[in-house]
T-cell receptor
Framework: DTGVSQDPRHKITKRGQNVTFRCDPI?????LYWYRQTLGQGPEFLTY????????KSRLLSDRFSAERPKGSFSTLEIQRTEQGDSAMYLC???????????FGPGTRLLVL | KQEVTQIPAALSVPEGENLVLNCSFT??????LQWFRQDPGKGLTSLLL?????REQTSGRLNASLDKSSGRSTLYIAASQPGDSATYLC??????????FGAGTRLTVKP
């Protein structure tokens, strides 16, 4: 068990480009969460999966954002036509079912120029 | 909508001091409350989780209390060390497992 991993750790892109992030949860965890954290703020919930099903999406997740967890294991978060306001740390967490401790990955820091 | 507030936003103390971090929330209908630690540029590490039926949890030098009726939690750190320097985040989960975070308290412990 190596914990939650995220790739890449850092991404710099130009406005208008598409980016994709990957999250590998702890292997037996069936729940996977995505959060966004801007400087000086706490994480804000974006979406979560129970196995491969996406059960909830925040209003923060505009049409430019899409998340998948095709086989109930790893997940990807794609941002299309990036904007400068998308610059943030994107955190992934996993848990075994709900209402228990979520284990967080190291995050992917995105900078949109 | 649940609002979570953490005071102070930043705190600097000399090594060895005992300190208290505060967290308040507006909706008392919570399922649990967690305290996390975040080092600069890193992810979050869960420190303590308090279920809504509990009053406190302890782990080593850390003690977290919960007063659901008043919408408050405190994180007490005893005998602070420079290695405790980090941002401490409070998060509350409701019965839909919607977790809301405070903005954090940035703690600096000076040697």
């Amino acid at each position: 068990d190596t914990g939650v991993s995220q790739d890449p750790r850092h991404k710099i892109t130009k406005r208008g480009q598409n980016v994709t992030f990957r999250c590998d949860p702890i292997s037996e965890h069936n729940r996977l969460y995505w959060y966004r954290q801007t400087l000086g703020q706490g994480p804000e919930f974006l979406t979560y999966f129970q196995n491969e099903a996406q059960l909830e999406k925040s209003r923060l997740l505009s049409d430019r954002f899409s998340a998948e967890r095709p086989k109930g294991s790893f997940s990807t978060l794609e941002i299309q036509r990036t904007e400068q306001g998308d610059s943030a740390m994107y955190l992934c967490a996993s848990s075994l079912d709900g209402f228990v401790t979520q284990y967080f990955g190291p995050g992917t820091r995105l900078l949109v120029l | 909508k649940q609002e979570v507030t953490q005071i102070p936003a930043a705190l600097s103390v000399p090594e060895g001091e005992n300190l208290v971090l505060n967290c308040s929330f507006t909706d008392s209908a919570i399922y649990n409350l967690q305290w996390f630690r975040q080092d600069p540029g890193k992810g979050l590490t869960s420190l303590l989780l308090i279920q809504s039926s509990q009053r406190e949890q302890t782990s080593g030098r850390l003690n977290a209390s919960l007063d659901k009726s008043s919408g408050r939690s405190t994180l007490y750190i005893a005998a602070s060390q420079p290695g405790d320097s980090a941002t401490y985040l409070c998060a509350v989960a409701d019965y839909n497992n919607d977790m809301r975070f405070g903005a954090g308290t940035r703690l600096t412990v000076k040697p």
